[in-house]
Structure formats: C-alpha cells, structure tokens
C-alpha cells in the first residue's frame, strides 16, 4: 500500500509540474482537477451505458406494470416475469450503480493522500501545497481557525460551497423534471407489496445532491475539489445524456 502511495503520489506531483507554467501555486490543485477529468472521462462510456439503460426502463415501465398486476397473487412468478423482461431487453438493475463505484477509489486515495503526514516513509511534501491561502491538506475547520468564514483560506471554501450550492440546485430542478416527466412504478418486494420506504426515498432523491456540501465542509481540501470537480461534471454530463426525460409528451430514446 506505501509503494502504491508513493507511485500515486508521484502521479500528481508530475501533473502539478506540467501544470506549473499556466497556474503557478495552484498547480497542484490544477492537477487534482485534471485528474478529476481524466478519471470521469474513462468512466463516460460506463455513464452512457447507464443512461441507455435507465431508458430502456422506463420505456419498459408500461410492461412492468402490467406483469405486477397480471401475477399480482404469485409474487414468485412476477419475479420471474420481471427478470425474463430485463434479461429480453438486455436490461440490466444495476447498470447506473457502476459508473459511481469505479469513481469510489479515486476519491478515497486522494483523501487518503492528503490526509497522511507521511507517504512511503518520508515527510507528505504535498500538504504544504495551496489553493490560494487554503492548504490542500486542511479541512474547513482548520480555515475557520485561520481567518473565520471570511478570512483568506475561508474564502476557498466559500467559493466551493457556492458551486456545490449552484450544481445542487441545478440537478434538483432536472431531476424534479425527470421525475414528473418519467415516473416509475413502485418497487414491491418478493410478496408483491411495495417495499417499505422506497416512496420515501423517491421524494428525497432530488434532495441527495445538497449533501456534498456536507462531505466539502468535512474531508481533506483536496478531496474536496475531486468532489466539486467530480459533482460538477456529473449534474452536466446527466443534463445532457438524459436531455429527452425532463420534458413531459417527450418520447423516451434508447441511444444516449
């Protein structure tokens, strides 16, 4: 883990230096939005996939609906029905998970990057880089202590919080309009009722982008502008793979 630390660490450390002559101080945190990118746009075909898939269920909606009210008694034979339909359509549940578990262990290196005083046995040198006066190593409490929300390194966070902020109420509207515009039917468990709490879920999901905001104010400088950069590209990048299921009467394609 130290040796693959260390090469990971070297991998940044060459983009800041490419970087350099553009952003000066800021190379290093140019690096991590680079990374950012490059790391989103080998998961874009992943993404695309997702987004075939996702309408593909919904046209399949109709037909869903009629199995579940066709083998409503006989919840063993619904899901048989429902698996032979996705399995027809080569439509798969759980396409739209993939393309955020591989973005999973990008995020978790770069927290643990900075997070570490040393790597490989010898001084972390990257946690003495900044974004303007912000440390990229520090979180926003430490800014806090430094300045207030105000202060020189507070002002990093604010601006971030602001794009968190403006990319979260973006991908509200969209996905409000996504929902109204599409809306599936219910999950129900192996007994054919709908399954306890996914209606609750459903009405919250609009609300899941705000909690970056939460994950920025708590993890590593670095982290969070893989989260900002990361965020930002996905609520785009959804905006217009899904273009055609934000509108009502608008009929539902199956290429992306």
Request: net charge positive; charged share 15%; proline share 7%.
């Amino acid at each position: 883990m130290s040796a693959f630390m260390s090469a990971f660490a070297s991998l940044v450390g060459s983009l800041a230096d490419l970087l350099q002559p553009f952003f000066q101080t800021a190379s290093t945190a140019a690096a991590i939005v680079l990374f950012t990118a490059l790391v989103r746009l080998a998961v874009h075909p992943l993404s695309r996939a997702a987004a075939r898939g996702q309408k593909a269920r919904t046209r399949l909606q109709p037909q869903i609906a009629a199995l579940r009210k066709k083998h409503a008694k006989n919840p063993e034979r619904m899901q048989k029905a429902l698996m032979e339909l996705h399995a027809a359509e080569k439509v798969s549940p759980l396409s739209g998970c993939l393309p955020s578990l591989l973005q999973a262990p990008a995020f978790f290196l770069l927290y643990h990057l900075f997070s570490s005083a040393r790597i490989g046995g010898e001084p972390n040198a990257l946690l003495g880089h900044r974004l303007f006066e912000s440390p990229l190593g520090a979180r926003w409490h430490d800014a806090l202590g430094e300045g207030g929300v105000f202060g020189a390194q507070g002002l990093v966070y604010l601006a971030l919080f602001v794009i968190v902020a403006a990319v979260a109420t973006f991908s509200y509207g969209r996905t409000k309009r996504q929902l109204a515009a599409t809306p599936m039917t219910p999950a129900t468990g192996p007994d054919g009722q709908p399954v306890p709490g996914v209606a609750a879920m459903t009405k919250l999901m609009p609300l899941m982008s705000f909690m970056t905001l939460f994950t920025v104010a708590f993890v590593p400088l670095a982290a969070a502008l893989y989260v900002v950069t990361s965020t930002t590209w996905t609520a785009i990048e959804r905006a217009c793979l899904y273009r055609d299921m934000t509108a009502p009467g608008t009929a539902v394609t199956t290429a992306a």
